[in-house]
């Protein structure tokens, strides 16, 4: 795919410029998205036990209810403590090789370039190109890509526990989204 410059690229477009060079990462890939998954999982399922805590303590004095859950919730807060860490190593690991990836071929982009394309750029554009815009492919990935797909599930999830305690707040919350 060839881009001329100034063109502006659609979501889908970024995502065809960006798959050749994903090809060589993609098990990080995945392992990376299931870990940002497994957050989002126990970003929805703590405050579901916090609330099932506080009616136990509160509506129905059940001790021995509200430890278990105590148990299960700082369980749950621990695991996302450890994904937490292991996204981040994934997600260093992935930014080094897939945007040195990006970088070399840039850099041999501009290495067969004609020489009055490069008389024509400045330095600092190049520089910039290679160092800050690789970059930022990472980050559409993981921003537009990754955190976009999981606040989707988050949104049907809770939805459906939503419908689930009653239709009508379901209905309501529907509506108003």
């Known amino acids: 795919m060839n881009i001329k410059k100034g063109e502006q690229l659609s979501f889908f477009g970024a995502i065809q410029f ?17 870990g940002w998954f497994m957050d989002a999982v126990a970003g929805v399922i703590q405050p ?14 059940n001790i021995d209810l509200f430890l278990q859950l105590s148990g299960i919730a700082a ?3 621990l695991f996302s403590c450890l994904i937490y860490y292991f996204v981040y190593q994934i997600y260093a690991y992935i930014s080094i ?8 071929c840039i850099f041999n ?23 800050t815009y690789t970059m930022e492919c990472m980050n559409f990935i993981v921003r537009n890509i990754i955190h976009n ?18 239709w009508r707040i379901g209905v309501l919350i529907t509506c108003t989204v």
Request: net charge positive.
């Open 18 to 34: 960006l798959f050749p060079y994903l090809k060589g990462h993609v098990i990080q890939f995945v392992a990376f998205y299931i």
């Open 48 to 61: 579901l036990l916090l609330g099932l805590m506080v009616n136990q303590m509160i509506y129905y004095y």
């Open 75 to 77: 369980l749950t807060y």
């Open 97 to 104: 090789h897939f945007t040195l990836k990006l970088k070399r």
């Open 109 to 131: 982009k501009i290495i067969y370039s004609e020489a009055q394309n490069l008389s024509d750029s400045n330095t600092g554009e190049i520089i910039a190109t290679i160092q």
């Open 149 to 166: 797909i999981n606040g989707i599930l988050k949104i049907l999830f809770c939805s459906c526990y939503l419908y689930i305690i009653d």
